[in-house]
């Protein structure tokens, strides 16, 4: 009996600790890059934190590392991360090296329904392979690539009428790629205020992923295809063809023709650095930028507006924006997915927009009020009807380190020509496809 | 009775514990020698040999460290890979470039310092701290001061270049222009390093003995004959030794080379070790980059020892 009695306390005390232990607090990590949103982030999750009890610690990185950094974490099987914020090209090899925990079940199991999400976003940051119903992340922070000019210059009568003498159109926002390296050329190296300003901030940095994203933002509206036929591999003609010749020449010439002396290498920073410095007319940044840069008590407010990435032969635009996975090496998987649900809630994702953060949920996106809500905030929605991504395959990397050498060879090492620069780039994808047996 | 004195090495064989000193007693000194040097031959096996052994293996393969897919066994593909990309060429072309001018202005520079800090003036030794400032510095600061000091529209060399030629400051681009990106490379490593060679130089310079010099004064020799048939051939192996030095650490230069210009514009300065970087730890081509590691380690060492070899020759004339 006594042995009984044992027995019996100690099966209760193990259920007791385990019930305990499945409702103890957790400290989770969420990483993710160092910028205005992750910030707001922090903020939106105090939340969470009162209402679950978990804490929230965050590792944040700043975005020439970001890449580097996280996707060593994964390769290595780290646990910094209990959540991450990834990029959307990091979903192929995400899903594939087995990074990301898939989210199907517990999507089912919590009624959250991806026919609530932006299905650019869901595509885009969520899905692989690409378009199949098989879900590795939540949509967190849509973003594209946009452009945002100094309004008082534009408004300005002297500037409109030496630009209607100098074109003989209108100053008004570009209506199209050539509109805008023709504003550009007039502003470049003009006298404003008795200081020499100049057209364009654009991106050219060598080392991750800048000028591949600022390229591709002339490439997509020019018609810019990365296969004859999707899913096929098959890119010559494709990657290389006489429309996307015609679009890199051009954004060569816009760097030649447009842009502060010495932007050899510029991304975010640089471009934020331009712009606020009063150096630049206009220039290219995401989206998550904005609501920080309308806020700027120097450049922003009634100074500042944003347009939309400009149509060529098509209207285009190149993807930003994560998605929220739970990584699989974390040993708070329970928690983590805890937040995501947090995350999902349609008050939340409202709240997220409002701190500054671009919710991807169709209850935010969709409310009557949205457009109106920032001054951003229609152009945001006109992108992300057109966003274009760059190739998610779990070869990723190879795939971006090989356009961004083609292209700053070709447009600031003034190497070869542009249909030399694709050729050689349909060489090196088909190269490495090869390698990953696809062809 | 009165202790003996002892002398220390009894002293501190006394103080071996006896269990010990009971153990060793019974090992011949090939043994005890065996022991000492276990550990160091262990390590050494460890952390050099095993890791280039596995180097080899992996640069058979197509392996990719960050996938989770069956290894296969590729022969010399990645090699021939290596070997035929025009693209890797130009990347060693880049590396060979830095590697002559800086190692060159180094040489020429440092026993120029290292000759006129040789000779006795007031504030001798402030000059030599002042001058070897530099290399005391980490190359990522030295990469992003000089950074700034480039820069067409604020930097301070545009300006002093400027101020010389009359040219507009932004007229040109040190880290933008195909044509002055490697040579701004080569200024900021030989600004860095042109300290350590002069201090070599100089170290050189004093082991030459005073009294070879009054000799050659009895001689009548003129100072310009000292300076070849005495200083020249009596610093030349210390001058090698620099240049053995600076070579090894430039043909692996990285860091300064990063920050400057991220091997940029286009591809222009980026040397092997930014090349072999991006293959090992961004594309993750652990197979490839392997290969291409052992191309360049056999490169070094095959160079390196024809270089001692030549060292040695001059060391004994």
Not at chain 1, 9 to 19: E, F, G, N, P, T
Not at chain 2, 283 to 303: D, E, H, N, P, Q
């Amino acid at each position: 009996m006594k042995t009984f009695k044992l027995a019996s306390v100690s099966a209760l005390s193990l259920v007791a600790a385990s019930m305990a232990s499945t409702a103890q607090a957790d400290d989770l990590t969420l990483c993710w890059a160092a910028w205005d949103p992750a910030n707001a982030l922090v903020e939106l999750s105090k939340e969470f934190e009162e209402q679950s009890g978990h804490s929230m610690s965050f590792e944040f990185i700043p975005w020439p590392n970001f890449a580097d950094r996280m996707l060593n974490e994964l390769n290595s099987g780290g646990k910094l991360c209990d959540l991450l914020i990834g990029d959307s090209q990091w979903i192929g090899g995400g899903a594939e090296n087995g990074h990301y925990v898939k989210l199907n079940d517990f999507f089912d199991a919590e009624g959250i329904s991806m026919d609530d999400f932006a299905e650019a976003t869901v595509y885009a940051y969520s899905t692989w392979p690409k378009g199949t119903p098989n879900y590795y992340a939540l949509p967190a922070m849509g973003d594209a690539n946009g452009w945002f000019y100094r309004k008082d210059w534009f408004g300005r009568e002297d500037i409109q009428a030496a630009y209607k003498e100098a074109t003989g159109q209108d100053l008004r926002e570009p209506q199209s790629q050539k509109e805008l390296l023709q504003i550009a050329q007039f502003f470049q190296e003009r006298e404003i205020d008795g200081q020499t300003v100049y057209g364009a901030s654009i991106f050219t940095e060598r080392g991750s992923e800048g000028i591949t994203m600022g390229v591709t933002s002339a490439l997509y509206p020019w018609g810019f295809k990365y296969e004859n036929t999707p899913g096929s591999y098959d890119m010559d003609g494709a990657v290389n063809s006489p429309e996307a010749v015609e679009a890199l020449e051009f954004y060569k010439e816009f760097y030649e023709t447009a842009t502060p002396p010495g932007y050899t290498n510029s991304y975010m920073g640089e471009s934020l650095d331009a712009f606020k410095s009063g150096q630049v007319a206009m220039a290219m940044n995401w989206f998550a930028f904005f609501p920080g840069l309308y806020a700027d008590p120097n450049t922003g407010g009634d100074k500042i507006d944003f347009f939309v990435n400009p149509p060529q032969n098509q209207a285009g635009s190149t993807l930003g924006g994560q998605g929220i996975s739970v990584v699989a090496y974390s040993d708070k998987q329970d928690a983590a997915l805890e937040y995501i649900k947090w995350f999902a809630n349609p008050d939340v994702q409202a709240k997220w927009w409002s701190l500054g953060g671009y919710s991807a949920h169709n209850s935010v996106l969709n409310d009557p009020g949205f457009k109106d809500s920032a001054p951003f905030a229609g152009d945001f929605l006109e992108a992300m009807g057109g966003v274009q991504d760059f190739w998610q395959e779990p070869a990723y990397a190879e795939l971006l380190l090989a356009m961004q050498k083609r292209l700053h060879d070709y447009i600031v090492a003034d190497q070869g020509t542009a249909q030399e620069a694709l050729d050689k780039l349909v060489e090196d994808w088909t190269e490495v496809f090869e390698d990953e047996g696809k062809l | 009775m009165v202790p003996m004195p002892q002398d220390p090495a009894t002293i501190a064989a006394s103080a071996t514990p006896p269990r010990v000193a009971r153990k060793i007693k019974g090992l011949s000194d090939r043994a005890i020698a065996w022991i000492f040097v276990g550990p160091t031959i262990f390590l050494l096996l460890a952390i050099n040999i095993f890791p280039l052994i596995w180097t080899i293996r992996l640069s058979f393969t197509n392996f990719k460290a960050n996938r989770n897919r069956e290894v296969e066994w590729i022969g010399t593909r990645n090699y021939e890979r290596i070997l035929t990309d025009s693209d890797i060429w130009l990347n060693m072309q880049a590396t060979a470039h830095f590697l002559f001018w800086t190692i060159f202005f180094q040489v020429l520079i440092g026993f120029t310092l290292a000759y006129l800090i040789n000779k006795k003036f007031k504030g001798n030794d402030l000059w030599t701290t002042i001058i070897v400032l530099p290399m005391m510095l980490s190359p990522a600061v030295v990469g992003n001061f000089w950074k700034f000091l480039y820069q067409p529209q604020i930097g301070l060399f545009n300006y002093i270049v400027a101020f010389f030629t009359g040219k507009d400051p932004s007229s040109f681009e040190m880290l933008g222009s195909v044509q002055l990106a490697p040579w701004s490379i080569v200024i900021v490593d030989t600004w860095m390093w042109t300290p350590f060679v002069m201090l070599i130089c100089l170290a050189g310079l004093r082991s030459i003995p005073d009294y070879i010099y009054e000799a050659a004064e009895v001689d009548r020799a003129s100072k310009l004959r000292q300076f070849f048939t005495i200083t020249i051939p009596m610093v030349l192996p210390f001058l090698m030794l620099a240049v053995l030095f600076r070579g090894i650490e430039n043909f692996k230069m990285f860091d300064l080379v990063v920050q400057l210009t991220g091997g940029g514009p286009g591809s222009t300065t980026e040397l092997t070790s930014i090349n072999l970087k991006r293959e090992a730890f961004e594309k993750w081509r652990t197979g490839y980059a392997s290969a291409y590691a052992i191309i360049l380690f056999v490169t070094v060492f095959g160079l390196a020892s024809i270089y001692v070899k030549a060292l040695n020759k001059v060391k004994e004339r």
